[in-house]
């Protein structure tokens, strides 16, 4: 049984173009600081908003920052 797949996520053999060979694209350094922006930033910026809020209403500090 062949399972398909979506033709966004088949592996594509490189092809010659003009007789050169293009590298396959890569996830590179800047591309990883995106990435690690983008959904780690609002994750922190969450948990950092839940600790304050916890510490304002409780009078307990429970987050990163009552560690120093």
């Known amino acids: 049984m062949k399972i398909d797949l979506p033709s966004w996520l088949r592996l594509r053999r490189t092809e010659p ?38 510490q304002w209403s409780t009078g307990y500090c429970t987050g990163f920052w009552c560690w120093f």
């Open 17 to 54: 173009v003009m007789g050169h060979r293009i590298p396959e694209p890569r996830l590179t350094w800047q591309a990883g600081f995106w990435l690690m922006l983008y959904l780690g930033g609002p994750v922190l910026l969450l948990g950092t908003l839940i600790d304050a809020l916890i």
